[in-house]
């Protein structure tokens, strides 16, 4: 287990170095970038875009730029007050030694802007991810072991309808039934808030805190909720049909046992290592989600990103955000040998 | 469509009598799996929906109205007889635009499957079949594309792709964007045809076509890919509704398909800011996405129902 | 009825999800009583048992904390989360704390808790800063108004108005003088003694020119108005300053003020971070009305009054909170809803919802300033070189006069921008110089005539025009098809203009093309791919116009030939106009009568050369709670240029 372990750790190095090259390639082929003018005056002027150019290094070209990326530019001179004279050493450390650059957006270190946001980030996707296993995990078992039953109906049912729903869509009508249209009759207010994580000036509240994430934890959750109880379901009845379950059942065990004590535990095995594959949402966050409830978190990070050419915060997102990916597709594995006792790695 | 009509009456009359004969039936295998298929009662209202849906999209050509021809006389009509899906701010008939839409929304979903199949089933092919150093390389790039976070990457992709001039291939048009969301998605095909071949190739007819001489390229396609084509179908299906969503959430972001081309999801994405007054224009794409989407879930389920001898097999030893 | 009945239902459904043990009908309290907290008590606990709602925790905070303030045996409780075993507390009556609860909103910030005013401000993005000169999105300026001063502003009317200044500079004061004979001049500000920053340092004639040497910086400045013309700046006394220009520059009134620029103090700003880059542009240190009191990004910004801003008693609301609402449809409903009280720049459809909703009004600008444009590339798609390269379509003056021929600009703006554009035809239609041009009229039987003489005829039927004998060197034949371009940002009304105008060009025989892209990408450098800058695009439709009343620099930056090379300017359709060239040379004088005149003489000139068709004006103005007073939307300034003005009325 140990010798897998650091296999594929070893071979998520190349991966990681492939993925960054392809990503650093795609984020610097696009035209338009940082120098274009921002908003409504949309001029820079020649001199202070040559200037600029230089001072971010966007003058070389693209390997050049892209060892500087990853290992920095401290060992070489630079041009940092941009006159067109390399005349004193760099002072980026590159990302190998954890320097991913200062946003051009708003001048800010790229890391501190991620530390900034990503908590909100964890915070809901987390409190998404559980109540989506709360909620799946019990509707998919009894489903399947209430096969045809007017509850499996419902659920599945409910479960094809959840996937087909457009997620900002459903979004958009939360946003109006809750808060648009229903009122709290004690107060009159709007039932539940438009966005945010809190009321402004109210310090924390547990309640407050609450109320501000059901809409979005709502919205977030009912894609995965109807896929996990799906998945669930079918890989309960495959359980259901094993030779061990009737076994348990032939030995007179009762049914609530068996179920849940047996078939449960090893439906959920494959469930688990779905979930891991889902972890890195964790810190990408839902995009969709955030926009509408105006969540400061990843993905509109990103999003504002993209839109505006900020390469070192792209960069850092993507290539942070594959490792996550690996991570957790190893994590799945493991965690998928470790609780199907079948599964050997040499 | 009557004849699906019929087929699913036929289906719930005679369930009981069905599953005997499913004990004793040397047919063919399409003949088969189309026999399962229809026991799937989601599956065959997921098809006459789609049916409907795929005909009113063809038959549109002979609707009165332009999809992209303004008529400012008209601006906003909530649902009449003659607009029976109301007018968009330009007067345009939102009934045609959102059947012209359904024309772009699965022209992209049908092309993603394509690429999706053209990358994926050679890639599964090759690796599984030859093994080694072979299988050792693709199997990493898939991993690789596996571990790009991918609503980032794809917004990434539409934001260039759409920016970029291509050969033969227009800016930002309808084939920009399937390439895109195909490009973020041959992966799960790859993979699941990988293991098919990596099981298969052992078997003993694979082996006997070997002694006989039976070239590599013939054994893939002739003896091994048809064992597979029932878990690519089942893929196949799900990737288009999968599409149809990519594309509207695109749309949403500003980096979809552009107006005045109508999509579900230009159109849906359009109307949130008239939900409130005018929410004609978001509930009929928001209905059509609902309904393609649903319909698709629930005939890839019937056809993996169908191609899968293990369920009949329990459901008929079951009851 | 039914929504009553709903709202209940979710609500008990709400409690029966919280509090299951509570679903059994709690005993209800009538007359007030005083409690003593014990072990695994908590308010909203309290609540539910003696007032049968757990919402209503915060009439008992609030009540106990008003008894508290004047009986010091009960305990104020500062956070509802915690309470302390052996507190006194007030629980009310069930009457008496649905009283309260009706007048308790915790969404509705108008009370904070002490009883301070507040507002909301949405804007749709995290700003980068405070400063307007770095990025100017609109919400770094409006930001800057509320924590920074210049000497000057404009005012919506198009007046100047003083800020930091004590007097405006003219000719006639002695403020002004000129040098006829070397073409020079010398401006000198006086500024007032009486305003210091939030830490109590005065504001003095050193912070300016700090301000400005950094702006100036070749390393670490940006580009500024009026940069090219100032030679330098020199201290006379702590609040006297002299300008010494290298030209005549009439512009000089708002050089240290308007929109973009704010005077940055010396003893807080690192210079060695450089202008565009220091700390202080996202922690600034105020002069002007509020303090920047704590920035979550990408989530809120809030602030507090500033107590040492110079206007007494100033400014009326205690605080303000600027929050990030990405999507304008949750905007738009926030505001409808009364929790935010100013949305800045709604579309036009979003500022006809608000002219309905009882509790929302809506400000628009008295004057115009943003004009929709078609910009014709009369240079060949690619090239920067309208003469030796010609497009082979739009070099034509005829077929650009046909184009705005056969434009309905009126139907557009009545219905597309409902009726919050209104037409215009030349960059000279506001104060102070407006210039006599007629409108033009649309006439799409005339416009194809034009079509039709210039050599482009529709022989094949095929309803697209191809070239017979057209002037502009395009072979026989070529088909009169074209690339309509867009920016993204404006949003679906610009869009569905775009459409509008494609099938009116459409119906004289002109095919377009349409096409969307990002600002970063239309209006990117040359190299980085700018599709203006590179020329890569046939007729494109944008807005813009000049902040102030001064159009020197916004006419020389668009007409200018020297602004046609790429990055010099915005002459993207490389016009090339020598009568032009000295038209506008002859616009750098003080005299503003003779101003005037040059400038009708270039209004003529444009009309007849239609380099750019300009079409109607954009739409600017802002939503804002009926509770708030004193906003007035200006398009020579952000909306919040008075903040320090506003009231609340409740």
Known sequence: MGRYIARRLLQAIPMLFMISVVLFALVNIAPGGPLSGHGRSRRIRPEKAEILKRQFGLDKPLPIQYVIWLVGNDWMRVDADGDGVTESYGERRGILRGDFGFSYRNRQPVLEEIADRLPNTIYLMGVTLIVVGIIAIPLGAISAVRQYSVFDIVVTTLSFMGQAIPEFWLGLILILIFYAWLNNPFTGAPLLPSGGMQTFGMGFAIWDRIQHLILPVTMGMVGWVAWYSRFLRSGMLDVLHQDYVRTARAKGLSEHLVVYRHALKNAVIPLVTIFALDLPSIFAGSLYVELLFSWPGMGRLYYQAATGRDYPMLMAILIIGAGFMITANLLADIAYAYLDPRIRYD | MTKDQVEAGQKEQNSVSVRSEEMHAPEGMLGMVWRRFRLHPGAVAGSIVLGMLVLSIILVTFSPYDPEISDIGSRLQPPSWEHPFGTDPLGRDVLTRVLYGGRISLAVGLMVVAITLVIGVPVGAVAGYFGGWVDNVLMRITDAALSLPSLLVLILLSAILREVELPFVERNNVVTIAVVIGLLSWMTVARLVRAAFLAIRELDFITAAHCVGVSNSRIMVRHILPNVVGPIIVESTLEVGYAIMEESGLSFLGFGIQPPTPSWGNLLSNAQEHMTKHPWLAIFPGLMIFLSIISINYIGDGVRDAFDPYKVLKQVGEV | MTKKLLNLLVVISMLAIAAPVAVAAPPVQDGGQDYVVVKDDWLSKLS???????????????????????????????????????????????????????????????????????????????????????????????????????????????????????????????????????????????????????????????????????????????????????????????????????????????????????????????????????????????????????????????????????????????????????????????????????????????????????????????????????????????????????????SDVQVRQAIRMGIDVDTIVDEIFLGYSKPVWTEFFRPPYICDITKPEYDPAAAAALLEEAGWIDQDGDGTRECHGCKTGAEEGYVMSMELTIYAEYGEELELAQQLVAEMLGDIGINLELSMFEGTILWADYESGGIEQQGDFDLDMWDDGYPGIDPTDHIWYYYYSEAAEPDWGWNVGRWINEDADALIDETYYLDEEYRQEMFCELAALLDEELPQILLFSAFDGAGYSARLQGVQATVNDMVTWNVADWKIVQ
């Not at chain 3, 956070?79 to 007048?103: C, H, R, S």
């Not at chain 3, 403020?175 to 500000?189: C, K, L």
């Open chain 3, 48 to 394: 539910d048992k003696y007032l049968g709602n757990l919402l209503a925790y915060p009439a008992i905070m609030e009540l106990t904390n008003q008894k508290a303030a004047q009986d010091s045996s009960y305990a104020t409780i500062t956070n509802p989360d915690l309470i302390e075993v052996g507190w006194k507390i007030y629980i009310p009556g069930a009457t008496e704390a649905q009283t309260f609860m009706a007048a308790y909103s915790p969404m509705a910030p108008a009370e904070g808790p002490q009883g301070e005013t507040s507002i909301v401000i949405l804007v749709p993005e995290d700003p980068t800063g405070f400063n307007g000169l770095v990025t100017d999105t609109g919400y770094e300026q409006a930001l800057m108004e509320l924590v920074l001063l210049g000497l000057t502003d404009i005012d919506p009317q198009g007046e100047f108005y003083l800020e930091l200044a004590a007097e405006m500079p003219t000719v006639e004061n002695g403020g002004v003088v000129v040098d006829e004979d070397a073409w020079t001049m010398d401006v000198t500000w006086k500024m007032r003694d009486d305003v210091v920053w939030a830490d109590g340092e005065p504001l003095t004639a050193d912070d300016v020119i700090f301000t400005w040497n950094a702006i100036a910086d070749p390393e670490g400045g940006i580009w500024a108005e009026g940069l090219d013309y100032t030679d330098s700046i020199e201290k006379v006394d702590d609040y006297t300053f002299v300008v010494h220009y290298n030209t005549v520059y009439p512009n000089y009134r708002i050089q240290f003020g308007g929109e973009n620029f704010a005077v940055w103090p010396e003893h807080y700003c690192d210079a060695s971070q450089g202008f565009v880059a220091w700390d202080c542009n996202r922690q600034p240190l105020s002069s002007g009305p509020y303090i920047l009191e704590e920035w979550a990004t990408g989530d809120y910004l809030s602030f507090v009054r500033n107590p040492a801003y110079f206007e007494a008693g100033k400014p009326y609301i205690d605080g303000v909170v600027v929050r990030v609402v990405p999507e304008q449809s949750v905007s738009k409903t926030m505001m409808v809803e009364g929790d935010a009280d100013l949305h800045i720049w709604p579309s036009e459809s979003v500022a006809n919802d608000y002219l309905v909703a009882p509790n929302v009004d809506l400000s628009v600008s008295p004057s115009d300033r943003w004009v929709m444009r078609l910009f014709p590339n009369l240079a060949a798609r690619g090239s920067v070189d309208p003469v030796e390269n010609p497009h082979p379509i739009l």
